[in-house]
């Protein structure tokens, strides 16, 4: 039987087996508390880390598609943004055509 939910659960689960997540704005709410109770001068968003993420991903060679899956983005077209192919990556991807071909 295919399971609908990935493996690995949430990683703000609201039950046991991991198929309920914590809403967003609860997790928001308890980091502005924590902010607030450690005097924080400067601020970040949890977004950041998100953004940070799919930006370290894409450096490492995660394709678009992959990053779109993993981040539930709506279209490709915003994944995309995270994905910079330097002339290095993009020799490399010529070189494993050239090896798929050879086979």
């Known amino acids: ?6 493996d690995f659960g949430y990683l703000f689960p609201r039950d ?6 914590v809403p967003y704005d609860t997790v928001n709410s308890q980091h502005d508390v924590t902010m607030r109770s450690l005097n924080m001068l400067k601020k970040f968003r949890l977004y950041d880390l998100r953004h940070t993420l799919l930006t370290r991903l894409g450096e490492a060679g995660a394709d678009a598609f992959a990053l779109q899956k993993i981040a539930g983005h709506s279209t490709i077209t915003v994944s995309q943004r995270y994905v910079h192919p330097t002339p290095e990556r993009v020799e490399d991807a010529f070189s494993r055509l050239e090896r798929y071909n050879a086979r």
């Open 1 to 6: 039987m295919k399971r609908k939910y990935p």
């Open 16 to 21: 046991k087996e991991g198929k309920e997540h």
